[in-house]
C-alpha cells in the first residue's frame, strides 16, 4: 500500500513540477494544485498508515492501551485542502480577469510592454 502511494506522490510531483515549468498560466495553475495534492498524501504516508480503531478514549480509561491511528494527519490535511479550494477558486477568477484583459495566457506577455506603433 505504502509503495502504491510513493509512486503515486512521485508522479503527481514531476507531474506538478512538468506543468509549472509550461508558459501557459492554466498550466501553472494545474501544477500548484498537483503539488498541493502531492504534499497531502505525502502528509497522509508520513503520518503512519494504521489499521487500528480511532482515537477515542472510554470513559473508564485514562490512556490508550490498544493500536490507535493518528488524527493529526488527517487533520493537516483536511486544513490544507480547505486552504487549496479557496486559493484555486481565487486564482481562476485572477487567471479569467488577466485573460480578459490581455487575451493571451502566456506568462512572457505579461512582462513585456508592448510596442506601441508610430
Avoid: C, W
Avoid at 498537483?34 to 503520518?47: A, D, E, S
Avoid at 481565487?90 to 487567471?95: C, E, G, S, Y
Amino acid at each position: 500500500m505504502e509503495l502504491l502511494l510513493v509512486a503515486s506522490i512521485g508522479f503527481l510531483y514531476a507531474a506538478g513540477v512538468y506543468l509549472i515549468l509550461k508558459r501557459s498560466m492554466v498550466r501553472l495553475l494545474l501544477g500548484i494544485v498537483l503539488l498541493g495534492n502531492g504534499t497531502n498524501l505525502l502528509i497522509f504516508l508520513l503520518g503512519t498508515i494504521t489499521k487500528g480503531k480511532p482515537p477515542v478514549i472510554e470513559p473508564n480509561l485514562k490512556v490508550l492501551a490498544d493500536i490507535y491511528s493518528d488524527p493529526v494527519p488527517q487533520a493537516l490535511i483536511l486544513t490544507a485542502i480547505v486552504i487549496s479550494f479557496g486559493l484555486t477558486s481565487f486564482a481562476i477568477v485572477l487567471l479569467k480577469r488577466v485573460y480578459a484583459l490581455i487575451d493571451t495566457d502566456d506568462l512572457d506577455d505579461l512582462n513585456t510592454p508592448e510596442e506601441e506603433d508610430i
